[in-house]
């Protein structure tokens, strides 16, 4: 078999993305504007939510999102112990504790049976993680947990859903990223979806340090000479009007990414089924998968060699890998700030060490699926 590489991610982007790139550079107005306010409305029409704020990551929509909310110093926030670093991060950057919950290893998100043992009077608010596409139960969270705050950690999550409720909209923040590795995607981005107006205006005035009106504002406005008012101490992550307008573009394909993932999701799940050492991706019923990631699960009790085996002789052959995502608790950063061990979150532990995160992309053509597969099912023989 003639060799391929493929990498475990790739944005796809033409020449409609280069070309929208123009209006802002020829007129002038690079920083938030016109193209990121377009992206935006579309945004949050597409996600059935009254609000969504462009900023410059989703890292930063977090941190927004949290303060929002109104946690602050000495609060708690519940985390699932296995997702990508920031959003516990985040956590901190509002001078709060992140206190760590285990995930369901079937679904790789936050197990919910465990989250009522980690509540004491100082928890505030929770960010579930839609990790790689897939929705947390938010209306159970909120159903068991009213007193919580929610915030939507659905960087993965563009054009998620559950039945007909899209991510972003369920909890009282939603957060996006728009980073390479994402669905879809400006370079660097993010974006903060809320339904509640209060929220709404702090978040709008917090990522543009502080001022009660955007410059955008101002300069069209009848006085622009007359500098906003300033009531609080904010910050600068604002979107700039390239990665809006590119953002524009990338949003009227979502849809297609999404259904091609899907078709090719269906395709793994049919070829790798007999594979007796790997688990692939289950669906709930009525959920809507974003297939952010493909990520399955290595039973080492049954496999031919150890999951690092396995990624390197994928490697060997030009296939990327990689594991899900980390188990954040294991960092060490976290386990020596709060004295964790390993094995204080199992679930976590197990999907740090044992899953693994396969090719998908809508750069892909059948023949690299192929070329997996065969690959997959060649290992150990
Ligand atoms: C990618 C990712 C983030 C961070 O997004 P950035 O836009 O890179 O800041 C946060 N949480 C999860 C679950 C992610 O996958």
């Not at 929770?126 to 915030?151: M, S, Y």
């Not at 532990?349 to 065969?374: C, G, L, R, T, W």
Request: hydrophobic share 35%; net charge negative; glycine share 8%.
């Amino acid at each position: 078999m003639e060799k391929r590489n493929i990498p475990i991610g790739l944005p796809s982007m033409g020449v409609e993305e280069w070309e929208a790139c123009k209006g802002p550079i020829e007129s002038g107005w690079i920083t938030q504007g016109p193209k990121v306010k377009e992206f935006e409305t579309m945004f949050a029409k597409r996600h059935n939510v009254k609000h969504a704020f462009a900023v410059s990551n989703c890292t930063t929509a977090l941190h927004l999102g949290l303060l929002a909310c109104g946690v602050g110093p000495g609060d708690e926030v519940l985390v699932p112990a296995f997702t990508w670093v920031s959003t516990a991060n985040a956590v901190k950057y509002c001078h709060a504790t992140p206190v760590f919950v285990d995930i369901d290893i079937n679904t790789f998100n936050i197990d919910i049976d465990k989250i009522a043992e980690k509540i004491t009077a100082k928890t505030k608010a929770i960010i579930p993680v839609h990790l790689f596409g897939l929705c947390a139960d938010i209306e159970l969270i909120k159903e068991k947990f009213p007193q919580l705050k929610i915030i939507e950690d659905g960087a993965c999550a563009a054009g998620s859903a559950i039945g007909d409720k899209p991510a972003g909209g369920m909890g009282d923040v939603g957060c996006f990223s728009f980073h390479p590795r994402k669905s879809v995607t400006t370079g660097e981005g993010g974006m903060c979806t809320t339904n509640n107006d209060e929220i709404a205006t702090q978040i709008d005035r917090l990522r543009n340090h502080g001022a009660s009106i955007s410059e955008e504002q101002r300069h069209h406005g009848p006085k622009p000479y007359i500098l906003s008012a300033f009531e609080m101490v904010g910050y600068n992550y604002r979107m700039t009007d390239i990665q809006g307008a590119i953002g524009v573009v990338q949003l009227k394909k979502l849809d297609f990414f999404i259904d091609e993932r899907q078709k090719w999701a269906d395709y793994y799940e049919e070829q790798l089924k007999d594979i007796e050492w790997l688990t692939t991706p289950k669906v709930p019923k009525g959920y809507k998968h974003g297939w952010q990631s493909y990520v399955t699960f290595v039973d080492e009790s049954k496999a031919p060699m150890k999951r690092n085996d396995i990624m390197e002789y994928l490697q060997q052959n030009g296939i990327s890998t990689r594991p899900g995502t980390h188990a954040v608790h294991m960092l060490d950063v976290y386990a020596k700030m709060y004295d964790i061990k390993p094995s204080d979150y199992p679930g976590a532990f197990a999907a740090d060490q044992y899953s693994m995160s396969i090719p998908m992309h809508n750069k892909m053509v059948k023949e690299d699926f192929d070329y997996i597969i065969h690959f997959l099912k060649s290992v150990g023989k």
